[in-house]
């Protein structure tokens, strides 16, 4: 009968433990502001039984190959990022967009850049493989003006990490940037660049950041899949409502005190945080990048078959936000 109860007790108490186990989610983000409440899922997650382990890569692009290593679940990208990853047979889904907007074309104050014409005869830095090089490129077109990595035409494109184009303009090795938030806020705050353009008049419109999820996860771990969104739904809501909590969280935990209140203000104020995609845009951005030969696709994606919005509209209705 003591075994018994012994026997008992202990498998109630390993049913607890068990109930209560937190299931890890590994996250894959960048330090950038409109980010933050990304960032921020890992502060809830507990809520929903979750651990999430957030690791920062330098750009979008640098996450496809740990997801493919296994090392990721989820992930913040540039939307073209998550397409040209798709692409090239990583196997993830977008599941909701977390920010629209962040960027920024800056110009060396001085050179009389006023306009997208401008930038004819001019160096120009952007990261390769991120959202600002694509709008970045659009805008080119649409101002008739062509562009190499090598001099002979109207502009010559200078590729480099985020981290060094503010310095580079800084520096006067680059006449203009297409450049992300905040940093591209920082710059003309601290009198290095003069805004030229927020790039959102062409077909793309505002670009719209993306939350990928692993097939894996998706298809084989759907419980977690949905608690994920939950959280990333919570988050998004907690800042979207308390945007002093937001500054507060994006400067001292992501960025440790190394931007102002006035660089995080200007940032957000061409930038959005938002849980939404669709599927139009996913397209239109997809089409873009072939037509601009961005990301070298040889199979792009097709939106239908990889943008999953069915979690985010549950989680939603779960939490009762529209």
Known sequence: MKISKFLLAAGTI??????????????GNLKFAHYGAVSYMKEIAGKYSLKI?????????????????GEID?????????????????????????????????????LNIKSVADLKGKRV????????????????????????????????IVYMAFADLNQALQQKQIDAMCQSEPQSSQAINKGWGVEVIKPYDTEMGEPIRALVMTEKMYNERRDVALRVMKVF????????????AAEKYVRENMFKGQITSQDYQD??????????????????????????GVGKMTK?????DWVKLDLLTQAKKDLKIK
């Open 233 to 244: 739904v919570e988050a998004t809501k907690y800042f979207i409502d308390n945007p002093a």
């Open 53 to 69: 382990e957030e690791r920062m890569f330098a750009k979008g692009l640098d996450i496809m190959p740990a997801i493919i290593a």
């Open 300 to 304: 792009p994606p097709v939106a239908k």
């Open 74 to 110: 989820i992930s913040a990208s540039a939307l073209d990022a998550a397409i040209a990853g798709r692409a090239g047979g990583v196997p993830i889904y977008v599941l909701a967009g977390f920010s629209k907007g962040g960027a920024r074309i800056v110009a060396q104050p001085g």
């Open 267 to 292: 940032a957000l104020s061409n930038a959005a945080f938002t849980y939404d995609m669709t599927l139009d845009h996913a397209q239109v951005t997809t089409d873009s990048m072939v037509k601009y």
């Open 125 to 156: 830095g952007v990261a390769r493989g991120g959202a600002q090089e694509l709008l970045l490129l659009a805008e080119l077109a649409k101002h008739k003006l062509t562009w190499s990595d090598q001099p002979g035409k109207d502009v010559q």
């Open 14 to 27: 390993f049913f607890s433990l068990s109930a209560n186990a937190e299931d890890v989610v590994r996250l």
